[in-house]
T-cell receptor, first 115, second 115 residues
Framework: DTGVSQNPRHKITKRGQNVTFRCDPISEHNRLYWYRQTLGQGPEFLTYFQNEAQLEKSRLLSDRFSAERPKGSFSTLEIQRTEQGDSAMYLC?????????????FGPGTRLTVL | AQTVTQSQPEMSVQEAETVTLSCTYDTSENNYYLFWYKQPPSRQMILVIRQEAYKQQNATENRFSVNFQKAAKSFSLKISDSQLGDTAMYFCAFMKQLDGTALIFGKGTTLSVSS
């Protein structure tokens, strides 16, 4: 499978715990995006990497959230001291360069439930 | 700031019929991209069709076509010969014509195709 993969697919945690999600983009893609999607809503942008550089962060990305892409390949999104309001689907997308740079390919998402 | 509005939360259509999903957006940009993404139940989001704002010709992809009205800031999706597999959440999305910017999504329209 050469698509975007995300792990875990589901995560249930208790309020106050830390969680970490992983995203593996399409191998030749240098751009990686994180979005959050709550029930019945469209995805909302969180952050964006070009290679290993984090170039943009949304105001939605509070201090409890941190994202990394250390070698310009996979990325991790960590949420510290989770709150019930963090319950959502976390989507990762990647895109390449060239004529199709604006097409983002999405992974299946990680569904987070905070109890 | 850019906004995307989808005014139809739910729509239904019979197999083989045609359905049109509406989308309006607001932006002060002159160059941008518009997209329709499809998110089937419990499956990942995929790109349906893309439109560059500088192109006057409406994009088409097999049974899917758009009606892009730049002055009215309207971008509707027409699905012809609807199939059961078209059942999904459809999101309209906007992207500025800059390298690596985020997608801004509408709230989505749930389309149900019945036999």
């Amino acid at each position: 499978d050469t698509g975007v993969s995300q792990n875990p697919r589901h995560k249930i945690t208790k309020r106050g715990q830390n969680v970490t999600f992983r995203c593996d983009p399409i191998s030749e893609h240098n751009r990686l995006y994180w979005y959050r999607q709550t029930l019945g809503q469209g995805p909302e942008f969180l952050t964006y990497f070009q290679n290993e550089a984090q170039l943009e962060k949304s105001r939605l990305l509070s201090d409890r959230f941190s994202a990394e892409r250390p070698k310009g390949s996979f990325s991790t999104l960590e949420i510290q001291r989770t709150e019930q309001g963090d319950s959502a689907m976390y989507l990762c997308a990647s895109s390449g360069s060239g004529p199709s740079y604006n097409e983002q390919f999405f992974g299946p998402g990680t569904r987070l439930t905070v109890l | 700031a850019q906004t995307v509005t989808q005014s139809q939360p739910e729509m239904s259509v019979q197999e083989a019929e045609t359905v049109t999903l509406s989308c309006t957006y607001d932006t002060s940009e002159n160059n941008y991209y518009l997209f329709w993404y499809k998110q089937p139940p419990s499956r990942q989001m995929i790109l349906v069709i893309r439109q560059e704002a500088y192109k006057q010709q409406n994009a088409t992809e097999n049974r899917f076509s758009v009606n892009f009205q730049k002055a009215a800031k309207s971008f509707s999706l027409k699905i012809s010969d609807s199939q059961l597999g078209d059942t999904a959440m459809y999101f309209c999305a906007f992207m500025k014509q800059l390298d690596g910017t985020a997608l801004i999504f509408g709230k989505g329209t749930t389309l149900s195709v019945s036999s």
